[in-house]
């Protein structure tokens, strides 16, 4: 039984915007911190974006100003709004969560790990 579950990927224009979310399914889990990595093919997996249980919130250089991250504490849900996507944000895109806060951008930390879900920016 999966624990975190991606959904909003799809196919969009160069410019275009998706909303991606990610829910725990099973077991309830205690968790500090939520965040997405991406990994495009022939790359290693990158940090997104992130966020704590107090709302922080951290992105990479890359992404920062065009996503946003936003959680719900209570029910353990994350959902990342992208805008003015580009192609080279084309990747797989995974949700991941701690038990413990993650102030980094490490994967290393993070105990759950959804399956990912695809996103594909047209050039």
């Known amino acids: 039984q999966e624990q975190l579950v991606e959904s909003g990927g799809g196919l969009v224009q160069d410019g275009g915007s998706l909303r991606l979310s990610c829910a725990a399914s099973?077991?309830?889990?205690?968790?500090?911190?939520m965040g997405w990595f991406r990994q495009a093919p022939g790359k290693e997996r990158e940090f997104v974006a992130r966020i704590l249980n107090n709302g922080n919130t951290y992105y990479a250089d890359d992404v920062r100003g065009r996503f946003a991250i936003a959680g719900d504490n209570a029910k353990n849900t994350v959902n990342l709004q992208m805008n003015s996507l580009k192609p080279e944000d084309t990747a797989v895109y995974y949700c991941?969560?701690?038990?413990?806060?993650?102030?980094?951008?490490?994967?290393?930390?993070?105990?759950?790990w959804g399956q990912g879900t695809q996103v594909t920016v047209s050039s």
């Open positions: 099973g077991r309830t889990l205690i968790v500090s911190t």
């Open positions: 991941a969560a701690s038990s413990s806060p993650i102030l980094g951008v490490t994967a290393r930390g993070y105990n759950y």
